[in-house]
């Protein structure tokens, strides 16, 4: 993976903390995890969207994913592939359907139904966020079969459930790498 030992420098420095935390799944861990300090500084963005691309499918038309944490994901991801020459555009998911106009979950430029769409994700713990990308992409006509996330904290189980959903996970890290 390109500058792997940098972007894990970088998710160390500013997305790593030990302490007493309660998740956004209620969870209690001694683990945080926030990407968004590094995907929103340019060089740590920059680093992420192009290793972030290796995962995503060849024939994968757009990346997607939920709003907030994969936004600056979404779109470094779409200009890494541009700079390689590759057409990947960005979509954006809601977390609820647009309050007017034509009441959407989802914005970018729409690909034709039937185009594969790969997920992306800052931090996969109970996975909720990525499925729920994953089903709002599905329902407007498009295949997924693939999340590609930075940081993989979820347990044996979550990642089982995931992948017996018929998805294939990747990530760049696992928590283990950022709390060595």
Request: proline fraction near 3%.
């Amino acid at each position: 993976m390109i500058h792997k030992e940098k972007i894990l420098e970088f998710l160390k420095k500013y997305s790593y903390k030990k302490g007493d935390y309660t998740l956004s799944s209620g969870e209690k861990s001694e683990h945080y995890v926030n990407c968004k300090p590094v995907t929103l500084h340019g060089m740590g963005l920059s680093l992420i969207s192009v290793a972030m691309l290796e995962y995503v499918e060849k024939n994968s038309v757009s990346v997607a994913g939920l709003t907030l944490g994969a936004d600056p994901l979404v779109s470094g991801v779409a200009i890494a592939a541009c700079s390689q020459d590759r057409e990947v555009n960005g979509l954006i998911i809601r977390k609820e359907a647009k309050g007017h106009g034509t009441q959407a979950w989802i914005e970018g430029p729409l690909p034709p139904e039937g185009s594969i769409v790969t997920v992306l994700e800052d931090v996969i713990t109970t996975g909720a966020s990525a499925l729920k990308a994953v089903e709002k992409v599905r329902e407007a006509g498009y295949v997924v079969d693939r999340i590609v996330a930075i940081v993989n904290r979820a347990s044996p189980e979550t990642i089982s459930d995931i992948e017996n959903t018929g998805l294939e996970l990747y990530s760049l890290f696992t928590l283990e790498e950022l709390i060595q």
